[in-house]
């Protein structure tokens, strides 16, 4: 009888856990709409962003915002709601990005942001790297400095709360060099007291000194100097607590960078809907599915981003090519993985 009972209690408490567990399968699939579901009622997707900083998200001569990460906004626009231009900009200084994030302020951070393992567990959920980067110093060429050893006591002007600051201390640190920080929360105020001769050197991600170098009155009086002081991998990241936005927000960079590497462009998007090629017609949604109803987006929805901003390579070179709106800056690291490059993305099937 004892054992009778016992069997019962088990069973009643399996039934138990049993249910629990899919109580929270059941609010876990809830949950992982929400964002998606938000955005459609809102009719925009609120991504954080810059407004200030040539190639990556600035203000052209219309004043409309442009630019390599803003121009990702755009493609998240398109994936969602076929219309590029259904996002809502909010300019963010470098302190306000992980704030943003954690309270849902925006649906999306696409800001030169490096991806770090502390901003991972406690800013939010970071996404696909776009762009490989490495942080570097510009000097004054009449300064004859070509190595960090040669700024021992000087003063380097960069931007507070950024990996960058905390880098610049540890190479120095690690070298045995003593300098000056002088911080500014923005980016400009970083780059005006540079210019004005207040530091002597700023430091920031290579392709930042490349693009506010273009906007010096005398850029060929400076130069960058040929150091890489650290690792920083460009990531647009999300809020913690939706898988689905998550991966959409992945897997629309895997649609840029799929696109350049199976030769589909803006210009011939409506050609290759006829491909042959079952990578291209399932990319394209002629035939077959990679997950875009797990998505919760329309079957077609790769071919209306590259309809609306190209490949991964059309936005480079949009910004940063040969003939690029803000200045050329060789794509290096940021080349296809089949030219030597990093950028990589897994297969749409």
């Known amino acids: 009888m004892k054992k009778l009972s016992l069997l019962v209690a088990m069973l009643t408490l399996l039934a138990v856990v049993l249910a629990a567990c899919g109580a929270a399968e059941e609010e876990s699939v809830v949950a992982g709409g929400q964002v998606l579901a938000a955005v459609k009622d809102r009719g925009q997707v609120v991504c954080g962003s810059r407004t200030d900083l040539l190639g990556f998200g600035y203000l052209d001569s219309a004043g409309r915002n442009v630019g390599f990460d803003i121009d990702f906004c755009r493609a998240v626009a398109a994936a969602i709601f076929n219309d ?10 470098a302190a306000e990005r992980g704030p943003a994030l954690q309270t849902g302020e925006i649906d999306l951070l696409a800001r030169n942001c490096t991806w770090t393992s502390s901003r991972d567990s406690q800013w939010g959920n970071f996404t696909h790297v776009t762009f490989y980067d490495g942080q570097g110093m510009i000097v ?14 000087a003063t380097v002007c960069v931007t507070t709360g950024t990996t960058t600051e905390l880098n610049l201390a540890d190479n120095f640190r690690g070298r045995g060099l003593d ?14 007291a540079y210019e004005d001769g207040r530091c ?10 490349a693009a506010v170098r273009e906007g010096f009155a005398n850029p060929d ?3 960058i100097m040929d150091v890489t002081m650290s690792k920083e991998p460009l990531t647009p990241a ?14 629309v960079a895997y649609v840029l960078i799929n696109a350049e590497e199976l030769g589909i462009t803006s210009a011939n998007l409506d050609e290759m809907m006829g491909s042959d090629d079952p990578a291209i017609k399932r990319m394209l949604g002629v035939e077959g599915s990679f997950g875009q109803e797990d998505l919760g987006l329309s079957n077609e929805f790769a071919g209306n981003i590259i309809r609306a901003v190209g490949n991964y390579g059309e936005v480079y ?22 030219d030597g490059g990093l950028i990589y993305a897994p297969p749409l099937r």
């Not at 590029?84 to 200084?93: G, N």
């Not at 910004?319 to 296809?336: I, Q, S, T, V």
């Open 221 to 223: 009086d400076h130069y």
């Open 84 to 93: 590029p231009e259904a996002v809502e900009f909010v300019p963010l200084t």
């Open 200 to 209: 002597d050197a700023a430091t920031s991600d290579k392709s930042q000194l």
């Open 179 to 192: 300098f000056t920080a002088v911080t500014f929360e923005d980016t400009a105020s970083v780059y005006n």
């Open 238 to 251: 999300v809020s913690h607590g939706d898988d689905q936005w998550l991966d959409i927000i992945k897997t």
């Open 317 to 338: 070179d949009r910004y940063m090519g040969p003939n690029g709106a803000a200045f050329e800056l060789p794509r290096g690291p940021n080349k296809l993985w089949t």
């Open 140 to 153: 004054r060429k009449d300064s004859g400095a070509t190595t960090l050893e040669d700024l021992d006591g």
